[in-house]
């Protein structure tokens, strides 16, 4: 891979556990970064739909928390230098904003664009964390997927991926389950499963300690409310069950138990003939 990374998350749209914010916050806490390109938010942002904050004190307005969508210029913990746009999603203009961001990465050389966040999945906490991973070309990854055809509600990262493969860019998705009994709380697990499929694909040398030691504190936390409630404990033993059985029809190559005999299409047909001439005698 030529070229600086280009890791985006964004607000608004789908994100269970907190995965994708707790990452984006993790990064820039821990890593140097300035702001080197700025979007124009009163384009792209409805504010009646998202209302900023804004602070009042006594008998005048004091401030106003101005959302920004930006483009980050990042080192991480070797030095290497890339690119992380965050902020708010846009309300409108998706098609302008995929262009801008599609400018950028050409301008500035981008070999490979990554998004990541979490969803909502029927999964127990008890279980490793999976994800699905979506790519614009298919050696990008090198997962199975969860999920065969389905139609989904669109986003403007999901738009971005579409457009940079479309003009030939590498991009790259990663969506991280979430039990979804957790989905409304922050997740940290997810976290840490989001950010090493970003080192795992990119190189990046970002440390993970901080939200390790939160996962640890969290899990520990979750266990011991799943221990106090009858009625929980049953929801995640039937999630571990429906899980298990998955995982390990899919780690084999055929559903059937052992290796045997398969019928051939006129053996089928002869014996479906047979059955049907029983049917037929009377009682």
């Known amino acids: 891979m030529s070229g600086p990374v280009l890791l985006h998350c964004l607000d608004g749209f789908v994100d269970a556990g907190s995965a994708g914010q707790l990452v984006r916050e993790h990064i820039l806490e821990v890593l140097d970064h300035r702001v080197i390109a700025r979007f124009d938010v009163d384009s792209l942002i409805d504010y009646r739909a998202r209302r900023p904050l804004m602070v009042y004190d006594q008998d005048h307005w004091e401030s106003y928390d101005a959302p920004e969508l930006v483009v980050h210029l990042v080192h991480d913990s070797a030095g290497s230098p890339f690119l992380f746009l965050t902020g708010p999603e846009p309300d409108r203009l998706w098609e302008g904003f995929a262009a801008a961001v599609r400018s950028l990465v050409e301008r500035l050389g981008v070999g490979l664009t990554v998004g990541f966040h979490g969803i909502p999945m029927g999964v127990p906490h008890t279980r490793p964390v999976g994800m699905t991973a979506h790519a ?133 047909g002869a014996e479906f003939e047979r059955f049907l001439a029983e049917q037929d005698r009377p009682d």
């Open 136 to 268: 614009t070309r298919p050696e990008l990854i090198t997962t199975n997927s969860w999920f065969d055809k389905v139609q989904v509600p669109g986003s403007a990262s999901a738009l971005l991926e579409l457009r940079l493969g479309e003009a030939g860019h590498d991009a790259i998705g990663y969506a991280v389950h979430v039990p979804h009994y957790l989905a409304q709380s922050t997740h940290p697990s997810a976290a840490v499963a989001a950010l090493n499929a970003v080192v795992a694909c990119t190189g990046l040398v970002i440390p993970s300690d901080t939200l390790r030691e939160a996962a640890t504190r969290t899990e520990a936390e979750i266990a011991e409310q799943v221990a106090g409630s009858d009625e929980v404990g049953k929801v995640v033993h039937a999630l571990e069950q429906q899980y298990d059985a998955f995982a390990g029809a899919a780690e084999r190559e055929s559903l059937l138990a052992e290796d045997q005999d398969v019928p051939s299409a006129e053996e089928l």
